[in-house]
């Protein structure tokens, strides 16, 4: 037996009202050809039967464990965080609770990060499915395009490039260098992580000459602590997003180092003022935050200008003002713009089917 056999794998997996679809989660991970692996599974608050079902396979396999979050606050960061400090794995791999993995995805990723010595973990593409693996080809995410960019250009345009599941950590630098997730975060969780997963990251590899070895569920289901929203509901979580975005540029700002990348950054932020702009009574709130807290290096003050004219353009009651935004900037500036810039939901554009 080969000395990547006998390593320690740990899976963290974050629950929240998944009675229904964990079981095939689980059955995927009992499937594994490598057998020395932990499953921390870590309940949300559920208010249906979750916890007794995770239960029931803790009770068939010591290899399971369940662990009840209590601290907050709540949401699947925290969750994985806690994941992370009960962790005794030497590698470190996280899963939502309707994800699915083929039997060798462990076996796979041992192989290919003993490989890759120096490097701090490894990624792979993820594939969709609705029922089972192979009724739908479409993969969720490429981790090479055409258009010449780095993997840190294309999530700060929020083209996220692989998903939290498709990583293969070394327990020692989720410990000691992204030090988890951030917790309180309601969206884009995935984005803001792996962003600083780049950041502090020597090396890493795509394994992108590999089969999909993981799939996420593509049947709308609903994310863990994701109530039925509400416009509240949805208002905060565009400002958790705005306070996101802010933070986390000021997080890599020292890996920016040209216009195109505080562009990124600035799209998505006037982006979210104009999703916030949809929801009726927080037509105000825009004005207050419409600042953002951030030095640039790059941009231009007219930059910014532009983005100022056009969110009040998106604002303004004027029929005038909306017949000017929707027939001159949205269907001729604007995609001339994103075309050579940002890309308003790339990840969209990059999906494509296999087989």
Not at 205 to 210: D, L, R, S, W
Not at 260 to 270: G, H, K, N, V
Not at 294 to 315: M, T
Request: one cysteine or more; glycine letters at 4%; a positive charge.
């Amino acid at each position: 037996m080969n000395e990547q056999q006998h390593k320690l794998v740990t899976i963290v997996i974050p629950a929240f009202n998944r009675a229904d679809l964990i079981p095939d989660t689980l059955d995927s991970i009992l499937a594994q050809e490598h057998s020395n692996w932990e499953c921390i599974l870590v309940d949300d608050g559920s208010t249906d039967d979750t916890p007794q079902v995770i239960q029931s396979y803790v009770d068939k396999d010591a290899r399971f464990q369940l662990h009840i979050r209590a601290r907050g606050p709540k949401g699947a960061p925290t969750c994985r965080n806690i994941g992370i400090e009960k962790a005794s794995g030497e590698f470190i791999m996280f899963l939502d609770s309707d994800d699915l993995l083929i039997p060798t995805t462990l076996s796979g990723r041992l192989a290919k990060i003993y490989k890759e010595p120096k490097a701090d973990f490894v990624v792979y593409p993820m594939g969709q499915f609705k029922n089972k693996i192979g009724d739908d080809k479409v993969v969720w995410n490429l981790l090479h395009t055409n258009e010449g960019l780095s993997d840190f250009d294309r999530f700060l345009r929020k083209d996220v490039v692989w998903s939290v599941s498709g990583g293969f950590f070394r327990a020692s630098f989720i410990k000691e260098h992204t030090k988890g997730f951030t917790e309180g975060v309601f969206a884009w969780q995935d984005w803001e992580f792996n962003l600083r997963s780049i950041f502090h990251a020597e090396h890493y590899v795509k394994a992108t000459n590999e089969d999909l070895d993981n799939y996420l569920r593509n049947q709308g289901q609903v994310s863990i602590s994701k109530p039925n929203d509400n416009p509240q509901r949805t208002a905060e979580k565009i400002l958790n997003r705005i306070d996101i975005i802010q933070k986390i540029f000021k997080h890599v700002q020292p890996s920016i180092k040209n216009k195109r990348q505080e562009l990124y950054i600035l799209t998505q932020f006037y982006w979210s003022l104009f999703d916030l702009n949809n929801i009726e009574g927080y037509e105000s709130t825009i004005h207050k935050i419409k600042d953002l807290q951030i030095e640039f290096k790059f941009l231009k003050k007219r930059d910014i200008q532009f983005w100022d004219f056009y969110l009040s353009l998106e604002c303004s009651k004027k029929r005038l003002a909306h017949i000017f935004k929707y027939r001159i900037l949205d269907l001729l500036i604007i995609p001339i713009f994103y075309k050579h810039n940002v890309g308003r939901r790339p990840r969209y554009l990059f999906k494509e089917k296999v087989g």
